[in-house]
């Protein structure tokens, strides 16, 4: 019977640390998953609206293209001699300045 009894006196001092480890590791993964996230997001959203007239950069499917006219939501990209269309502004994905040799 004295076990029964010990067993049921146990510490009540586990929630606050449970609570203090919850929030210490939402805080981690904050500051080491979603804030790079969310700053490399910007510095994508930037680098979209400084787009103008004559970069060359490549679409999400791949094309690569030169910039010919640049609207809000939208950019004309010439493909080839006398070849052009239009692609969402989020569809481009890279500056093809970066990639050397090509």
Not at 29 to 44: A, L, S
């Amino acid at each position: 019977m004295n076990i029964l009894f010990m067993l049921q006196e146990a510490p009540q001092g586990g929630n606050w640390s449970f609570l203090v480890m919850m929030v210490l590791i939402f805080v981690v993964m904050w500051f080491f998953m979603i804030r790079p996230q969310q700053k490399k997001q910007k510095e994508i959203n930037a680098w979209r609206n400084s787009l103008k007239k004559g970069d060359k950069v490549i679409t999400v499917g791949g094309i690569y293209g030169v910039i010919s006219e640049v609207k809000d939501a939208f950019l004309i990209l010439e493909i080839a001699d006398g070849v052009k269309i239009r692609v969402d502004r989020n569809s481009v994905v890279r500056d093809t300045t970066d990639i050397q040799g090509k």
